[in-house]
């Protein structure tokens, strides 16, 4: 079982900057890949950017790169975004996820824990 709680979000005017950090608990942390994922209001959840368990591989979403980095400290267990060039339409709440196993993925269904998600919304 692993629990995730996200934190950082807020309200940031466009082109500035966020990190968003999650903290995991469980032993199974560091051979778990990490997701983020955002959900605008009225839109289907989306993914943005995952992380393998040793950090040597990500993947982005379209919308994410060149902008957007993940990283994760295992010994913290904790999974980071950190959001660059910020725009309006970032504006969602982000989840961070857990899945079993140690490969990253961008399919949101093989994600298994799930926090509550943290608010970040950019002014224009």
């Known amino acids: 079982q692993v629990q995730v709680v996200e934190s950082g979000g807020g309200l940031v005017q466009a082109g500035g900057s966020l990190r968003l950090s999650c903290a995991a608990s469980?032993?199974?942390?560091?051979?778990?890949?990490m997701g983020w994922f955002r959900q605008a209001p009225g839109k289907e959840r989306e993914f943005v950017a995952s992380?393998?368990?040793?950090?040597?591989?990500?993947i982005y979403a379209d919308h994410a790169k060149g902008r957007f980095t993940i990283s994760r400290d295992n010994a913290k267990n904790t999974v980071y975004l950190l959001m660059n060039s910020l725009t309006p339409e970032d504006t969602a709440v982000y989840y961070c996820?857990?899945?079993?196993?140690?490969?990253?993925?961008?399919?949101?269904?093989?994600?298994?824990?799930w926090g509550q998600g943290t608010q970040v919304t950019v002014s224009s």
């Open positions: 992380i393998n368990w040793s950090s040597s591989a990500t």
């Open positions: 996820a857990a899945k079993i196993g140690m490969v990253a993925t961008s399919e949101r269904f093989d994600y298994e824990y």
């Open positions: 469980g032993r199974t942390f560091a051979r778990n890949a």
